[in-house]
């Protein structure tokens, strides 16, 4: 079972950088595929981005063009470099890994982003 430990959250004013890390631990890296979702009071997760061991990556259309999503598949790390942040980006980030073989979604603990106006 893979075990998730993001960091890198925090507070920044609109149109800064903010950039989020995930290490997993416990696993195959490759047999997952690694994603950042995002949730705020009152809504339900959403995507944010995510990337496939090969490589492919999908963006949800408002982060497009701002936000990259990386991992390292040797170091068993993604990230998500955040720029021109809006105040809407503001949420609670968690990494996911989503297990190929049995579909099963593991889920780390959390990061709060706040972007102030």
């Known amino acids: 079972q893979v075990q998730l430990a993001e960091s890198g959250g925090g507070l920044v004013q609109a149109g800064g950088s903010l950039r989020l890390s995930c290490a997993a631990t416990?696993?195959?890296?490759?047999?997952?595929?690694i994603g950042w979702y995002r949730q705020t009071p009152g809504n339900e997760r959403e995507m944010v981005a995510v990337a496939t061991s090969g490589g492919s990556t999908n963006y949800a259309d408002s982060v497009k063009g701002r936000f990259h999503i990386s991992r390292d598949n040797l170091k068993g790390t993604v990230s998500l470099q955040m720029d021109m942040l809006k105040p809407e980006d503001t949420g609670t980030y968690y990494c996911?890994?989503?297990?190929?073989?049995?579909?099963?979604?593991?889920w780390g603990q959390g990061t709060q982003v706040t972007v102030s106006s």
């Open positions: 996911n890994a989503h297990y190929l073989v049995d579909r099963q979604d593991y």
């Open positions: 416990g696993t195959t890296f490759t047999l997952y595929v």
